[in-house]
């Protein structure tokens, strides 16, 4: 798939990145997380929350404000 934005994530969704390229999830309001290069995330739900599972590479997190 092409990179795009604004895409709604749910559990059972996948996330990564390529050679050369980063990917931003934006969590919440506050929250950010970025996936360094290479990198595969699973969305998972846990409950009524969703959670990152990271399967390769390294995802880094901070606050978008």
């Known amino acids: 798939m092409e990179p795009r934005e604004n895409i709604g994530l749910y559990g059972g969704c996948g ?3 390529k050679t ?6 934006t969590l919440d309001e506050e929250r950010l997380t970025k996936l360094d290069v290479e990198s595969d995330v699973d969305i998972g739900k846990s409950g009524r929350k969703l ?3 990271l399967k390769k590479g390294r995802v880094l997190t901070g606050r978008s404000r």
């Open 51 to 53: 959670e990152l599972v």
């Open 15 to 17: 996330v990564g990145t």
């Open 20 to 25: 050369e390229s980063y990917g931003w999830i």
